[in-house]
C-alpha cells in the first residue's frame, strides 16, 4: 500500500511521551500502524545500526 508516509521515506513513527493518547489512537488505528512506535505503549525506542 502506497501511503503518504511511504512516499516521504518514513520506515518509523516514534510518538514520545508528549504526544496525547487521543494522537496516539488515531495513528494506532490508521493503516500506518506497523510503521507507529508508542513510547507510552512499548517502552523507549532503541535505534540500532
Not at 488515531?26 to 500506518?32: L, T
Request: charged share 25%.
Amino acid at each position: 500500500m502506497n501511503t503518504e508516509l511511504d512516499r516521504l521515506g518514513v520506515k518509523k513513527l516514534i510518538l514520545d511521551g508528549s504526544n496525547s493518547r487521543s494522537y496516539l489512537n488515531r495513528w494506532q488505528q490508521s493503516s500506518d500502524s506497523i510503521l507507529v512506535h508508542a513510547v507510552i505503549d512499548k517502552g523507549a525506542f532503541v535505534l540500532n545500526e
